[in-house]
Structure formats: C-alpha cells, structure tokens
Nanobody, 123 residues
Framework: QVQLVESGGGLVQAGGSLRLSCAAS????????VGWFRQAPAKEREFVAA???????YYVDSVKGRFTISRDNAKNTVSLQMNSLKPEDTAVYYC?????????????????WGRGTQVTVSS
C-alpha cells in the first residue's frame, strides 16, 4: 500500500509559478511510476505529466516547456514545477502511483491516488 499526499497548490496570477509536491509513504516508492493528473470543474480528469522509475518523463502537449516533473527517491517525493501558468491550468491536481516503474498516460492504470491540491490561476 502507498499513501500519497499532495501539497503546494494555491492562487497565483497568470505567468506565475507554483511547485507541487507529492509525498509518499508505505512501500518502496522508487519502484513506482508517478503521474500527475488534473481535473477542472465540470471536466474529466486528464493526464498532465509522468515520471518512470528510471526518471524518464512525459508531458501532455499543453504543458510542455512550462512544467517539469522530477523525483527524489531518497525523500520519497515527486515534484511538479509549474511555470508560466495560465488560467486554463486551473484545476485540482492529483498525483498517482503505479507499481512496476513504467508510467502510463491512462488514469485507470494507477493504483494509488492522493486527495489533490487546488491550483487557481487568475487572469
């Protein structure tokens, strides 16, 4: 079992930055791939970024060049650095983990989820 807790959300003006963190407890986090997803009001949850056990990364096109995902296995954390934020980035952001170390773009492939952290970008 893996427990995930997100932090770092908040209110920021367009063009600003936030750094989200996903802290894990439980099993060996380094063996898991981690994804970040987001859900805006009245919209489906969507993939944002993911990182594999070997630190390979993947991003949805809308955040490429603005967001950076990274992991620190010694601290059992995965971070999402978000720069040049836009109002359309407003959503609840969730981190999720799946065993085996290979990331997936599909939320159904993730076994463990945090409760989310709100990100609001004002124009």
């Amino acid at each position: 079992q893996v427990q995930l807790v997100e932090s770092g959300g908040g209110l920021v003006q367009a063009g600003g930055s936030l750094r989200l963190s996903c802290a894990a407890s439980g099993r060996t986090f380094s063996n898991y791939a981690v994804g970040w997803f987001r859900q805006a009001p009245a919209k489906e949850r969507e993939f944002v970024a993911a990182i594999s056990r070997s630190a390979s990364t993947y991003y949805v096109d809308s955040v490429k060049g603005r967001f950076t995902i990274s992991r620190d296995n010694a601290k059992n954390t995965v971070s999402l650095q978000m720069n040049s934020l836009k109002p359309e980035d407003t959503a609840v952001y969730y981190c999720a983990a799946r065993p085996g170390g290979v990331y997936s773009l599909t939320l159904w492939d993730y076994n463990y989820w945090g409760r989310g952290t709100q990100v609001t970008v004002s124009s």
